[in-house]
């Protein structure tokens, strides 16, 4: 019986491939009429959350194990969720545990048609790679003005998607720059699975595998009103160190159940 759902799994990821990248078309293109006829930005969340994000897990036989809810801010605080970026999947993942968030997302991506513009009028972030001044420039202005009417964002520290077992990559500071400029707190969200169920070097999902466990943990919020901005180092360095303990004991939970 395992060998034949293993089987089926590869029959699967390939059928669910292009069905995802249509649905997901489908919900750009339902995104931009939401936005062109102003709809509440939460119309558009919860579209992308219940008509993207569940199913999608729900197709690939992901179960999703939550921990840490009552870290979670009120829905009305501004917050900056920071997490690991191992997988394209991380996006629906975050997207499940906090569906009113805007995202950031590399400045090339807005290129692409319908997407690019889907991305622009949703109110994703735009981040200059290889521009730093210029992404602080937006945070400092742009992100902080929308901090202060409401909107809370997803970044990932490590910059782009990252795996390596036990070890997070090195965190950018530029995220921290939007906390401080903002004045609001950091909820740190740690993912582990993801990378087994998509990797960076494949299109397919659960290639083999016919159900994942991923796990979502959600710490502590952090508050960067006492830090300096000279001081944003020491800031930077807690945060990861509070991610990192928890993504290697994480990881060492799920080695010690196999």
Known sequence: M???????SYFRAILVLPLALIQFLLICVLSLIFSIFS?????????????????????LNVNIIITGEENLPKKSQSTLYLFNHSSLLDIPLVLLVVPHIYFGA?????KIPIFGLAMKLYGALK?????????????KKEASKRAQNGDSFALAPEGGRHYEHGKLADFKKGPFLLSFFSQIPVVPIVITGAHQVLNKSSIFCNWGRWKSNIKISILPSQPVTQYLEEDLGIFKNKV???????????????TKSI
């Open 39 to 59: 709809f509440p930005k939460i119309f558009i969340h919860t579209v992308f959350k219940y008509f993207w994000a569940t199913p999608l897990l729900k197709i």
């Open 127 to 139: 981040i200059y790679r290889g521009r730093s001044s210029q992404t602080i420039d937006m945070y």
């Open 2 to 8: 395992r060998y034949l759902l293993v089987l089926f």
């Open 240 to 254: 990861k160190t509070l991610m990192q303990e928890e993504y290697a004991r994480c990881i060492h939970v799920d």
């Open 106 to 110: 590399k400045s090339s991506l807005f």
